[in-house]
């Protein structure tokens, strides 16, 4: 177990700069190379300082290619200044304490391309189920709680069909972990799918159902790290509340 003592070393950083960082938004990569920036600085009583590449690779394993991008943005944004030396080719980096000067990056106030247009919020819309058995029919269902994508419908439908009842489980979900967070409607397709091709191996729907969310939702985040990894670095958009979704099953798994 970790047991970090300031006895052992600590870098001596300003309150007031750390309460701007917590009004300025800075994207996971980005922030990991500042972080080392201020280490490799301030953690040693130095306003600026010599870092290597391979100093950046091992302090935050991440590849050359990314490092040069969060060094690029830190640049854009003003929070850092950049030195090079007559004497060697290693750089020379400082951070720039006055946060009056950093600049937002506008990507960060924008949403990505490829995020859902459409989710399920599960206080909303799930349909009002007061059992989950296998006697809901498409005539229980109103238009004021159909699923807001005629895709996923289909989807629910043919699972009902088959014996599953999906609307009732998300109805057990919704009440039993209190989740107010937005699934987004690839998850709940994903989960559809994920039914047929396990179907032989659920024994328990519920219990199966409880696992399949979490796990969905899981890969769902790691699509979205990876396309904004590609699209400039924009990963501060996560899949809206995942922890939320997880922890509220994890209570809910507790309870059985």
Known sequence: MASPQKENGYTAIANEIMEAFGKF??????RQVLDVIIRKTYGFNKKKDKISTSQFEIHTGLDKKTIHRARRKLLEMNLITIYKNEDSQ??????????????QSPKMNTVPKFAPKQSLNLRQTVPNIATHNNN???DSITKDNIMPSATLK??????LKDGFNI???LNKLKKSSKVGAEVPEKVLLKVCKSYWKNK???KSAWAWFCKAIP???MKYNAYLHEKESENADKRG???????EIIKGIGNVQGKK
Do not use: H, M
């Not at 289909?154 to 699972?159: C, G, L, P, W, Y």
């Open 154 to 159: 289909v989807a629910f439908d043919e699972i």
């Open 200 to 202: 032989p191996d659920i």
């Open 215 to 217: 796990q969905e939702y």
């Open 90 to 103: 290693i750089l020379s980096y400082s951070f720039q304490k006055d946060y009056n000067k950093w600049k």
């Open 136 to 138: 809901t029919t498409k």
């Open 25 to 30: 938004r800075i994207s996971g990569e980005v």
């Open 167 to 169: 609307y009732a489980l």
């Open 237 to 243: 958009a996560v899949a809206p509340c995942i922890s």
